[in-house]
């Protein structure tokens, strides 16, 4: 089994002065594109993100081609080198008679997580994966020092809030280039099954038992769930990041007038100290 790192708790506010290392980050976002919180997110929070160092997958089930074009084209200059579609609808399509929805949630972080982390993928190019929802207004700055405090010298991290049980909630949460890759290798391992076959996972599927979580269904939610849970499998255990991990992002902001809200509380103090 795979080691099992110690929280870094106990950092000052000082601790998340910036280093000289460069960061290479991916912030995976859970959403689909005509999400109005998304729209939100690409012109407040997201360019300022990718100004600290972050690039964006965000992970939709997409048949319409020209709905992704559109969606790039709404990105501002500043932001488009940095962000890329995950389209899980490619490999996907005529499966399952799937259509974007909540219950489609754990098909699509199948398709994305596995679609990131192939070989020759775009998850080669980073270190630290943050996966998240489009509800959440993550503070790239302390997120960003949070992570050069950790360096790029541990195997198998799978960092968030939750202090007991198997998984993290997925609105914010942190991988390592080892523990993406371990889950996509659970991933692979997976089909993709309608509900109505859940009892031919193995283990078989039981509801609230965890353990059993590692299984592709539609229609489904929790993909938060199955991704601890197969991290479990691959040897990758839950970790809490310590308080200062709960500096990291404000969630949840349904409404997205309360996130754009949000996001101008947050740049007005980072710009007045």
């Not at 099992?4 to 290392?21: K, N, R």
Request: a negative charge; charged letters at 25%.
């Amino acid at each position: 089994r795979r080691h099992q790192h110690e929280s870094q708790s106990g950092l000052s506010e000082h601790s998340f002065a910036a280093a000289s290392t460069e960061l290479r980050a991916l912030m995976m976002l859970l959403t689909y594109t005509d999400s109005e919180r998304l729209a939100v997110a690409m012109r407040t929070w997201m360019p300022w993100c990718a100004s600290q160092g972050f690039s964006f997958a965000l992970g939709v089930l997409e048949p319409d081609s020209a709905q992704i074009d559109a969606l790039l084209a709404r990105a501002s200059a500043d932001l488009r080198p940095s962000l890329h579609v995950e389209n899980a609808f490619s490999s996907l399509k005529g499966q399952h008679d799937l259509r974007e929805s909540r219950e489609a949630e754990r098909a699509k972080t199948w398709s994305y997580i596995r679609q990131i982390a192939m070989k020759g993928g775009l998850g080669e190019k980073f270190d630290w994966f943050v996966q998240m929802d489009d509800d959440t207004l993550p503070d790239c700055a302390k997120t960003a020092a949070f992570l050069r405090h950790r360096g790029q010298d541990q195997h198998g991290v799978y960092l968030g809030p939750s202090m007991s049980g198997m998984f993290h909630p997925g609105y914010y949460l942190v991988m390592d280039r080892s523990g993406i890759k371990v889950l996509a290798e659970q991933l692979v391992a997976q089909p993709l099954r309608p509900f109505s076959k859940s009892d031919e996972c193995t283990p078989r599927y039981a509801d609230r038992m965890h353990e059993t979580d590692c299984c592709v269904l539609y229609p489904m939610i929790y993909a938060d769930v199955m991704i601890g849970s197969c991290l479990e499998r691959g040897g990758v255990h839950r970790e809490y990041w310590g308080a200062d991990g709960d500096q990291l992002y404000k969630h949840p902001f349904k409404d997205p007038k309360a996130l754009e809200t949000a996001w101008k509380k947050l740049n007005h103090s980072r710009l007045v100290p």
